[in-house]
């Protein structure tokens, strides 16, 4: 059998609580993430191979087990070049130089505007230079997300770059359908929108989803980020993002209030909620692929190099963010519904498909599709786990909807008082004296456990909510 460690926040077959999701952060701070990192492990596992989520983290000392217990390391990785993630990138990049087993990273890009300008990315060049050099020695090529990256390393002097877009498109093998379900949408059609805080505060997407909420009754946001998620379960303000009134996702918003937004922490559920829409757009690449998958059909609002290169690849419907908010009629729901043409998407998904099998197959990797049973197995064992439905906005406070959160509560307090009480009992075997920063006084006990959820539950009650 062979093992393949797969870099993602955890398995497809974990079924974990709400609570324990934020808890441990499943999701890597981006829900999106687990789109290509589910699908990514759906295509690699075939009878002849298991796969392993490794959980995110790089750690350089584990470089020795992985080389013992795995035959690769698969590398899903989406915006990764960019400077905000330099300091991920060199922890991998030092743990990829300690690897012999093969390294393959499936679709990479790099961030800058719409306009393809690379200069904010000269800084982190010499970071990206050594991440690409260290698995390259280690894999055939690199696969990226589409032009922009596939011409950014390239003029770096990297020559074995392949385009492949995102695993995530390829959840159904060469099998993609989108249709319209309606001539035109009109203010009783279900709409999903969804966006970044960064476009809602810098690009002015708010504008478009104050109109769009006006105007269309049954409108739903679906937010990504853990920060969104944990507004929603536990009212927790305490991130930066809380800055941003304007999102959907912060309890001040008439959609929270409304019942009208979500965040999911699992593919599964996402997806299977999408089909049931009529249409999906904003300025989330993995939030309308979820609806692209769901078969649903979807326009992307670029504001960026990462969402505009692989809308281009894949021939997914999509305006820039900034011509849009200039001309808000042109981002109505029922206007970018009636403009939007997805026989490219679909025309084209089959070549594409076999692209992407392609760079496998050089790469040494077997897939479900040709290899397997198409995937037969994994949706089979997917459907008979029980998964939380998509995170709602916390805006009762009856017994029922704080059983539950103060039940996580104090199981989480429990878990700490045992870790004190075997951290003390290990220092006085060993004859060391318990110091304050070793052995925390019992209040830290709740303190530890009022930051795991976001200090939530005294802001809930005192709304009267």
């Known amino acids: 059998m062979k093992r393949i460690l797969l870099r993602s926040g955890k398995s497809p077959y974990d079924a974990i609580s709400v609570e ?37 983290p790089s750690d350089v000392s584990a470089a020795g087990r992985i080389n013992e217990e795995y035959d690769a390391f698969v590398i899903p990785l989406a915006n990764a070049f960019r400077p905000s993630f330099e300091s991920a990138l060199k922890r991998m990049t030092r743990l990829i130089s300690k690897l012999k087993i093969p390294v393959v990273v499936l679709g990479v890009g790099a961030q800058t505007g719409v306009g393809y300008n690379p200069d904010r990315l000269k800084r982190i060049e010499p970071t990206v230079r050594d991440f690409c050099a260290a698995v390259l020695e280690r894999s055939a090529s690199i696969g990226v997300r589409g032009e922009f990256t596939e011409q950014y390393l390239k003029d770096m002097g990297f020559k074995d770059v392949e385009t492949i877009g995102c695993p995530s498109l390829f959840l159904y093998g ?56 944990r507004q929603l379960h536990w009212r927790d303000l305490s991130d930066p993002n809380a800055a941003v009134t ?50 649903t059909p979807a326009t992307v609002l670029c504001g960026d190099s990462r969402t505009l290169e692989l809308c281009r690849y894949f021939e997914i419907p999509h305006r820039r963010l900034d011509q849009a908010v200039k001309d808000l009629d042109s981002a109505d729901p029922a206007k970018l ?97 318990a110091k304050a920063a070793a052995v925390p006084p019992q209040a ?14 005294r802001r809930a009650l005192g709304s009267g909510q």
């Open 20 to 56: 324990e999701a934020l808890y441990r952060d499943v999701i890597a701070t981006n829900s999106g993430n687990l789109i290509f990192s589910d699908a990514a492990h759906k295509i690699l596992e075939t009878p002849g191979t298991e796969v392993v989520s490794n959980g995110m």
């Open 174 to 229: 060469d099998q993609l359908q989108v249709h319209k379900k309606a001539l035109e949408l009109t203010p009783e059609s279900r709409i999903a929108i969804n966006g970044s805080h960064s476009a809602v505060r810098a690009q002015g997407l708010d504008r478009i989803i104050t109109r769009t909420h006006e105007r269309y009754p049954h409108l739903r946001f679906v937010g990504q980020n853990l920060s969104d998620a």
């Open 246 to 295: 304007a999102m959907p996702t912060h309890p001040d918003h008439p959609m929270f209030r409304e019942d009208k937004v979500r965040v999911y922490v699992d593919p599964i559920t996402w997806i299977d909620d999408l089909r049931s829409f009529d249409f999906s757009f904003g300025s989330r690449i993995h939030g309308n692929i979820a609806a692209l998958l769901a078969g």
């Open 337 to 433: 519904y009636a403009e939007a043409d997805f026989g490219g998407l679909v025309g084209g998904h089959r070549e594409r498909f076999e692209r992407f099998t392609g760079f496998l197959d050089r790469n040494g990797l077997q897939n479900t599709f040709t290899h397997g049973d198409g995937g037969a197995a994994f949706d089979e064992r997917m459907r008979a786990l029980a998964f939380p439905a998509g995170i709602r906005p916390w805006n009762e406070a009856d017994i029922a909807s704080l059983s539950g959160r103060f039940g996580w509560l104090h199981s989480r307090i429990d878990e700490l008082s045992l870790d004190n009480a075997r951290l003390q009992k290990e220092l006085a075997r060993s004859g060391a004296r």
């Open 444 to 457: 830290s006990v709740y303190r530890r456990a009022r930051r795991a959820v976001g200090r939530p539950i």
